[in-house]
Every structure is written in C-alpha cells, then in structure tokens.
C-alpha cells in the first residue's frame, strides 16, 4: 500500500500479557517514529529510528517498552507486563530522512487493558 | 527548552465563520512548523508546514498558516468553516539543528455549528 500501515487496528487483552504492535513504514522511508495518544490527549514521543537503530529512544515510558526495526522496514513495539494505565492509542508516523521532513501517520493500533 | 502551545483545547464555530486556532513555539534554533488534522479514528494527515521562505503557507482543504517569528507564533486559519472541518487540530515543531524529533502541542479540538 501507499501509505503507513499499523497492526493490527484493535487490541483488547488482560492486564499483565505482553502485546506486540507492528508498523509497516511508507517504502523507502528512512526514519520511523512511534507515539502514544491518550484519550483526548496530545502525542506523546516514544521512539525514533533512523534505518535500524534507535538514535532517541527518551519517551520509552518504562523498560516494560522496547521497540525494533529490521530491514529499514517493519517496525514492533512490544510492551511486557501490560498495566491498564498502557491503554491509547499507540500511532506510527514515517519519513523520508529523520530532518524536518513531514511525517506520514498509520491509522493507529487502539489498545485497552482491561 | 522546546514546547509547542495551543491555546483552547476547543474551539467552536458556526459553519461559514473564519476558523481560527492558535499555536505559540519556543525553540532557541529556527524551527520548523507543521499543522497536523486528526479525524476520529484516524491517524494524523499534514495539513501544511513552513520550512523556509514566504512566511504565509497555504495548505490542503483552504486553510492557511502564518510564522511570525517576533510572535513566536504559527496560527492556522480559514476563512469560511466548513462542516467537514470538524477535526481535531496539532501544531508541531521541529528543530533544524536535530531533525529527530517532533514536538506535538496538545491539540485543538474543532467543532463547526450548522
């Protein structure tokens, strides 16, 4: 497809399961960003990649987050040990280069634990 | 110190009135400026960036932006609301000395009044 592809769309599962969330970037695009959206709340910063490596990974909120990319392509976040304060909506963004180039949005992965 | 504010988390307005929604930056290196729409359930679409050049920046769906580097100001304008306008609304920042990341305001929740 042409555009940033996230999956999958909703996820419902227990407090304390692990989740996997997948990005699938805009092809050819360099730099992949991963964000959290609270319920009528601002983006909040998780990631940044730039190819493979994580050059900014500040907004990783605990070390129950980790995220990789392989292949300058896909991108997972996994969270561990899911707490019900995880549930957002957790939105992938790509680039061409990870400069003030504008950033093109997947739809969003919508995540509740119940 | 970096932030991006928008004043009014709502904004209302009647259908055919000037769209008006503020976005105020602090960056201690030129920025550059992106205005983002967000309809529900959806990703983040650009709506219209400054990088350099004329400061006016027109974008998609007849909105426009002007940087006011003495304001330290970016604010998104339309003249005539339309109903399909009703969106949720975030100004970003990014740095020209790092790139690698994007600062999101809060967000400006639109809504259009028949």
């Known amino acids: 497809g042409a555009g940033v592809s996230q999956s999958p769309s909703n996820k419902v599962t227990e407090k304390g399961k692990d989740v996997e969330l997948r990005c699938d970037p805009i092809?050819?695009?360099?730099?992949l960003y991963w964000y959290r959206q609270r319920l009528g709340q601002g983006l909040e910063f998780l990631i940044y990649?730039?190819?493979?490596?994580?050059?900014?990974k500040s907004g990783l909120p605990s070390d129950r987050f980790s995220a990789e990319r392989t292949g300058e392509s896909v991108s997972t976040l996994t969270i561990q040990r899911t707490q019900q304060e995880d549930s957002a909506v957790y939105l992938c963004?790509?680039?061409?280069?990870?400069?003030?180039?504008?950033?093109?949005f997947g739809d969003g992965t919508r995540l509740s634990i119940l | 110190a970096q932030s991006v504010t928008q004043l009014g988390s709502h904004v209302s307005v009647s259908e055919g009135a000037l769209v008006l929604l503020r976005c105020n930056y602090s960056?201690?290196?030129?920025?550059?400026l992106f205005w983002y729409v967000q309809y529900p359930n959806q990703g983040l679409q650009l709506l219209l960036k400054y990088t350099t050049g004329a400061t006016l920046v027109k974008g998609i769906n007849g909105f426009e932006a002007e940087f006011k580097k003495s304001e330290t100001s970016f604010h998104l304008t339309k003249p005539s609301a339309h109903m399909s306008d009703a969106a949720e609304y975030f100004c970003a920042v990014s740095l020209t000395n790092t790139g690698n990341q994007f600062y999101f305001g809060t967000g400006t929740s639109l809504t259009v009044i028949p």
């Open positions: 960056s201690s290196v030129p920025p550059y």
């Open positions: 963004a790509s680039s061409y280069t990870g400069g003030p180039q504008p950033q093109h």
């Open positions: 990649f730039q190819g493979n490596s994580a050059p900014d």
């Open positions: 092809s050819g695009h360099t730099a």
